[in-house]
């Protein structure tokens, strides 16, 4: 299924809350995080997912055609070509915020106590099949 696409955010949603790793290291998270893909033509439209997170378990996962406006704790942002490669466990999740790839938006302080989840995440984002 294409990602990004509300298909893809309902199957994500369930593959989330069916991996046991994820629900131990996001035990003690509770916040949202938005997966933002970003246009090569910033007149275009930015699709992304907002998750609602909550100690362990994803609460909603909501497709959006254009995601700039929606409100977030977190904005994860990248090219789509870097959204492919993350879900192709082709990048580190943590080392692409680092060195630039994608950028994020939010408390860094907070979101680097999760890297044990933020992985989780990315990890179960690459098992949703293309298609």
């Known amino acids: 299924m294409r990602f990004p696409s509300a298909e893809w955010a309902s199957a994500f949603k369930a593959a989330l809350n ?12 509770e916040g949202d995080i938005l997966l933002l893909v970003r246009p090569s033509d910033w ?5 992304g997912i907002h998750l609602a997170l909550s100690h362990g378990e ?4 909501t497709y959006y055609a254009d995601a700039r406006p929606v409100a977030s704790e977190f904005v994860y942002e990248g ?8 879900r192709r466990h ?3 999740p943590v080392t692409a ?4 790839t ?10 680097m106590r999760f890297t ?10 690459g098992s949703i099949p293309d298609g």
């Not at 090219?79 to 993350?86: A, G, I, K, Q, T």
């Not at 915020?97 to 630039?100: E, V």
């Open 116 to 125: 044990r989840a933020a992985k989780e995440l990315v990890e179960t984002a």
């Open 90 to 92: 082709e990048i580190d």
């Open 97 to 100: 915020i680092l060195n630039g």
């Open 79 to 86: 090219s789509p070509e870097n959204w492919e490669r993350l």
């Open 18 to 29: 069916a991996n046991p790793a994820y629900h131990d290291a996001a035990a003690a998270w």
């Open 43 to 47: 007149s275009a439209p930015a699709p």
């Open 58 to 61: 994803c609460t909603e996962a």
């Open 102 to 111: 994608f950028k994020v938006r939010g408390n860094l302080a907070k979101m």
